[in-house]
C-alpha cells in the first residue's frame, strides 16, 4: 500500500450519528474456513464481514487446492474442499506473517494428507501468544512434530491421530479450537479439560457438529470429542462480532454520540453492557441490533479486570480506555490476558490523556503476569481534554482506539498505518462516513 493511502487525516471534536451494521466475528469467521478443510465437497459460511484476514485465509486456503469463492457484497463464502493438497513452502511463508491462522491447519492437513507444515506466525504484538499449547496438543493426539525444520514446523502423524486426555493450564482460545480441529476426526475419544469457551468457539462446536463431529461441552470448561471417520461440508451463518460492536459502543461513548448497531446481539455481550451502563452509558437493546449513546453529563470511573469468557474480554479494554479518559474521577483496568496491551496508551497521554501504568497487580483476579515485571495494569484519571495530533497504529485494537482518540480530540489528526485495522474493523471508512465523521 501506497504510505500516504495508509494515513486517516481526521478532524475531531464531532459527535458520531447515525447506523451502522456488523457482521460476523472476526475470531470466529477465520476458523469456520479452516474448519471446511476437514471434509471433501462443499461449504457456505455466510454474514462474514469483508475484512483482510478472510482475503488471507482465502488465499492459504488456495494454495492448499481448495476452491474459494468470495463474495464480499452479500457476505457469503464458499469453499470446496474436495481436492487438498500439500503448499509451496515460500508461498505459505509469504502469506503467513499476516495472519497467525496457519497454526491451525495442522489438524485438518494431517489427517486429509498425512502432513502439514506450518510457517513462522504473524499478527498483532500485543504480547506473547505461545504456539506451545497448540504442539503439546498435537503431540499429545499422536502427531510428530519437528520444529528443527529450517523454513518453519513439519508435522506428521505416521499412524493417524488418536483421541487422548488433554489439560489446558489456561483456557487459550487457540489451543481449544486446534484440539477441536484435530480431534474430531481421530481416533478415540479425547477429553478437552480446561478449554475456552467463548461464543465464538460455541460457534466454532455448532459448524463440526454440522459437519457431523460428536463434541459434548460441560460446565466445568471441559469438551469430550468422540472421532468420527468422516465429515462433510456445511452450511452456516456467522455470529455477529462482539468486538466490533462494543468498539463502536466506545465510540459512541468517547464522542458523545449516538449510534444504532446494526446486528449486534446481547447474549455475548452482557458484561460488555453491564460496564458500558455503570460507565453512564445508555442502550437498547431490539431485534434489529442494539443502540449505544451518551446520555449528557458525567461519566463515571469503574474498575475492570480483564478475563476469559464470560469476564471483560480483552479486546473491549483498549476502545473503553478512550472513553474513560472524559470519566469524572479514578478508574482501573487491570489486564490479565495479554501483558502488553497497554502499549496503544502512550499516544492517548501525548494527547492530554492522564494514564499511569503499573506492574503490580490492581485487581483481584488470578493473574499470570504477577512478579513478572510488566505494565499491566492502567490508571486512568479524569475527564481530560484530548488534542488531535500524529498517531502510529501499533495493532488492530489499539488502532481503532486511536482513531477513537482522533475522533473525540480537538483539532486535525494524522492516524498512519490504518491498514492494521482493515484486518478487523470491515469497511471502516465508510461506517465513519455513514455516522458524520470528518476525515479523509
Known amino acids: 500500500m501506497n504510505p500516504e493511502e495508509d494515513v486517516l487525516h481526521v478532524e475531531g471534536g464531532k459527535p458520531l450519528n447515525g447506523t451502522i451494521k456488523v457482521r460476523g466475528a472476526k475470531n470466529f469467521v477465520s476458523k469456520a474456513m479452516v474448519a471446511a478443510l476437514l471434509a471433501p465437497g462443499k461449504s457456505v459460511l455466510k454474514n462474514v464481514p469483508e475484512i483482510r484476514d478472510v482475503h488471507v485465509v482465502s488465499d492459504l486456503l488456495r494454495l492448499h487446492g481448495v476452491e474459494v469463492d468470495v463474495d464480499g457484497a452479500n457476505g457469503i463464502v464458499t469453499i470446496d474442499a474436495s481436492h487438498v493438497q500439500l503448499a509451496d513452502v515460500a508461498d505459505v511463508d509469504t502469506l503467513s506473517g499476516s495472519s497467525r491462522i496457519p497454526i491451525l491447519f495442522s489438524g485438518p492437513l494431517v489427517h486429509r494428507l498425512g502432513e502439514a507444515f506450518i510457517p513462522a506466525l504473524g499478527g498483532c504484538n500485543i504480547g506473547g501468544r505461545p504456539i506451545d499449547f497448540h504442539l503439546e496438543t498435537l503431540r499429545k493426539l499422536g502427531a ?40 474430531v476426526l481421530a481416533e478415540g475419544k479425547t477429553e478437552l479439560s480446561g478449554a475456552a469457551t467463548e461464543p465464538e468457539i460455541m460457534d466454532l462446536v455448532c459448524v463440526l457438529q454440522k459437519m457431523g463431529a460428536i463434541i459434548s461441552v460441560d460446565v466445568d470448561r471441559t469438551f469430550r470429542i468422540e472421532g468420527v471417520k468422516e465429515l462433510s461440508g456445511y452450511t452456516h451463518t456467522s455470529l455477529t462480532d462482539r468486538i466490533e460492536a462494543a468498539s463502536w459502543a466506545s465510540a459512541a461513548l468517547a464522542t458523545h454520540g449516538d449510534i444504532f448497531v446494526k446486528g449486534a446481539t446481547q447474549p455475548g455481550m452482557i458484561t460488555f453492557l453491564n460496564v458500558f451502563r455503570k460507565v453512564g452509558g445508555k442502550f437498547e437493546v431490539t431485534d434489529k441490533g442494539i443502540r449505544f449513546w451518551h446520555p449528557g453529563g458525567d461519566l463515571h470511573p469503574v474498575a475492570i479486570e480483564t478475563d476469559v469468557h464470560p469476564g471483560f474480554m480483552t479486546d473491549w479494554q483498549q476502545p473503553l480506555v478512550v472513553a474513560l479518559t472524559q470519566a469524572n474521577g479514578l478508574s482501573i483496568v487491570h489486564e490479565t490476558v495479554y501483558e502488553n496491551r497497554f502499549g496503544f496508551t502512550k499516544p492517548l497521554v501525548q494527547m492530554g490523556a492522564t494514564i499511569q501504568l503499573y506492574r503490580e497487580c490492581l485487581g483481584s483476579l488470578p493473574c ?28 488492530l485494537r489499539g488502532g481503532f482506539s486511536h482513531l477513537i482518540a482522533a475522533l473525540a480530540a480537538s483539532g486535525p489528526s494524522d492516524v498512519h498505518g490504518i491498514s492494521l485495522i482493515d484486518r478487523g474493523y470491515a469497511d471502516f471508512r465508510g461506517k465513519l462516513a455513514a455516522l458524520g465523521a470528518d476525515f479523509d
Open 144 to 183: 510428530t512434530v519437528d520444529k528443527e525444520h529450517k523454513d518453519g514446523i513439519h508435522i506428521t502423524a505416521p499412524n493417524g491421530l488418536h483421541g487422548a486426555k488433554i489439560h489446558l493450564p489456561y483456557p487459550s482460545v487457540g489451543a481449544t479450537e486446534q484440539t477441536l480441529l484435530a480431534a
Open 368 to 395: 499470570r503476569f504477577q512478579q513478572r515485571n510488566y505494565k499491566h495494569s492502567a490508571v486512568i484519571f479524569g475527564p481530560t481534554p484530548l488534542t488531535g495530533r500524529d498517531i502510529d497504529v501499533p495493532d
